[in-house]
């Protein structure tokens, strides 16, 4: 059996997250576009700030793992935001 070239998996990991009011205009089409590229500006941010690429990942969480419940303007400000996973 042979195997490729091996894998390296990012040990820093950047999600994105929005808030759960659907979004779509010409930027972004979904609120997984805007959490996408959330993650990714951070990601962009820590580069050019001399962090390996290799050992960053950008992920669009969307609306999907709200850190507060609620509907109200001061939960969906809660639920937008960047999570960043950070293995030494």
Not at 8 to 30: F, L, M, R, W
Not at 37 to 42: C, E, K, S, Y
Not at 43 to 58: I, K
Not at 74 to 85: E, G, K, L, M
């Amino acid at each position: 059996m042979t195997f490729g070239p091996l894998t390296v998996v990012p040990t820093n990991v950047v999600e994105g997250h929005t808030d759960s009011t659907p979004i779509s205009n010409a930027k972004y089409a979904s609120n997984w576009e805007l959490s996408s590229a959330r993650a990714g500006a951070v990601v962009r941010y820590l580069v050019e700030r001399g962090v390996a690429p290799g050992r960053l990942a950008a992920i669009g969480r969307a609306d999907n793992f709200p850190l507060v419940a609620g509907n109200d303007a001061a939960s969906r400000a809660q639920n937008r935001r960047v999570t960043i996973f950070v293995e030494y």
